[in-house]
């Protein structure tokens, strides 16, 4: 069983013990806390000091509980900060700040607490006397380039000209904070500060190796940015890596890989590395052969292997090449692909959910050469199949749990060297017909800007379009226009997809509410109101405004037309049983 030491302490006897000497190593997050989270501190910490604004109200039996600091004691016998680092260093910049303005007080008081800060902040020799270039807290953060500011300013105070990180803004925003409380209570100004050492209290946990205090942090809820899974992982690495002597390697790797999906995922929980982790999570589970639906969490994927994926050579490899094939998707990098491909990565970029960049993962993974491409006719055919396949399941069996088990089974087809053929599970004509014909396609659902955007790139005509450009889904005959008129004798016709165009969101904003016969004019751009000078750059616009009108006979005919194209696009795919 693991050892722990549980103890609970006030920051003065925390910090002034001889034996402190904390450590926030490299594989940590920089310093992140803004104004927000200082104000909270700040007021905390104040009203429970001088409650009511009255010094004499307080009770000198209270304490204030500010959170836990966990700790494993390294090889060279300090105290490495697996959490708490936030609060940890805020707390050295309040103590820091308060410092400076006892030097020139002479009172009993002041003197005193100004000598326990000293104990706080830098180690002290046999007698008790600070040494004021040594202190209490290091930093190795390899990603942190302001530490070595934030070192020299607890020991001297001094801000550098025009220094702007976050340490400097905290420091003087407790600053500010302190000038504003010693104007008020200018004969009360030692208590706060010896509250805060005396009555306020943290929770030190140290632990007997960095593994038992990373799983005490994951049950514990960090008050202030708790580590991500990523941020474990990158423990771990930096173990491994260490054990190499290749730690210095290491830290550039990672922060090339930071920099890289910081730039690309934008995750919807966790960070952009969580994203990475995850991607590269479905490549592993497919090489074991896992078809489970059951997904574990992303960290309890990594632990239960003891993480001995994150213990391989080849792994750091592996996620940068991931990196770097998802940067160049959302680029649209035509370097490395096609413009054909291109043009299906961007209607994919609206699928329904989020399975097909877990695939495509595994493909790349499986699949690429060398030079870290992908053949591109053997790549086109992939994502044609994926796009087929999804699209239509997404309409036949709604919900991303129900497309686990069919893109599971081809994960593991792709890492045994076959096509992804989602063979086991062709649709069946005439139902999937029926669903698709049953389905509401409001303009809210995933569903509907899929199928959409995948008619859009129909038309030979159609270029690429830029990912980053915002596209809206057009009522063609608007419903503002079926609310004034009634001109569609089923009204439910207004959500067909015959009713929908894929059209830029400044086009779309302009045409808004119009008759058709003023529409066509701004999609072609011959009514310029605006900036809005240009024709729409969807290809299909141009057959759209060749119509003399657009109703309900339109409508339905171009809804067939859709839906006709997409069971021709899933019968070439090979994914229909005509039974």
Partial sequence: MSKLNVDQKTIFDLLSDKKADFLIPDYQRPYAWDEEQCQTLWDDVFIFSFPNNDYEAFDENEEYFLGSIVTYKNEKGKSEVIDGQQRLTTLMLILRAFYDKFSNMQDRNSKLTRERIEKCIWKTDTFGTADKSTLKIDSEVATDNDKEE?????????????????????YQFFQVKIDAFLQEYAGYFPYLPARILGNCILLPIEAESQDTALRIFSTLNDRGLPLSDADIFKAKFYKYYGSLDKKDDFISEWKELEEITGSVFSPIKGTPMDELFTRY???????????????????????????????????????????????????????????????????????????????????????????????????????????????????????????????????????????????????????????????????????????????????????????????????????????????????????????????????????????????????????????????????????????????????????????????????????????
């Fill in 281 to 579: 999570m479905y490549f592993l589970r497919a090489k074991e052969g896992n078809k489970s639906t059951t997904t574990e969490s992303l960290r309890k994927f990594y632990e239960c292997k003891k993480y001995q994926y994150l213990k391989k050579s080849n792994t750091i490899g592996e996620l940068k090449a991931l990196a770097l094939f998802w940067m160049s998707v959302s680029h649209q990098d035509k370097a490395r692909f096609s413009d054909d491909v291109l043009k299906k990565l961007f209607v994919l970029n609206y699928a329904p959910n989020g399975m097909w960049q877990h695939i495509t993962s595994v493909y790349f993974l499986q699949n690429r050469s060398n030079d870290e491409t992908l053949e591109d006719t053997k790549f086109i055919k992939f994502l044609d199949r994926i796009t087929a396949f999804i699209f239509a399941y997404a309409i036949t069996n709604p919900g991303v749990n129900a497309l686990r088990t069919p893109v599971y089974d081809e994960m593991i087809n792709i890492i045994n060297g076959n096509n992804a053929t989602f063979s086991k599970y062709k649709f069946n004509k005439t139902q999937a017909q029926s669903s698709f014909n049953n389905y509401t396609f409001t303009n809210h659902r995933n569903a509907t800007r899929s199928m959409i955007t995948w008619y859009a790139y129909t038309f030979s005509g159609q270029k690429l379009l830029d990912v980053n450009e915002i596209f809206h889904l057009e009522h063609i005959y608007s419903k503002k226009r079926q609310e004034m008129e009634g001109g569609l004798k089923t009204e439910s016709n207004l959500d067909l997809l015959g009713n929908k165009v894929l059209l830029e969101g400044s086009i779309n904003i302009k045409a808004s509410d119009y008759r058709f016969e003023d529409k066509k004019k701004i999609y072609s751009g011959e009514q310029r109101r605006g900036k809005n000078k240009d024709a729409s750059k969807i290809a299909e616009i141009s057959n759209l405004t060749n119509y003399k009108k657009f109703d309900e006979e339109q409508i339905i005919e171009r809804n067939k037309t859709i839906l006709d194209k997409f069971f021709e696009f899933l019968q070439r795919e090979d994914l229909i049983v005509i039974v």
């Fill in 150 to 170: 934030f070192l020299e300013l607890l020991r001297t105070g001094e801000v550098k000209p025009n220094s702007k990180n976050q340490y400097v803004n905290n």
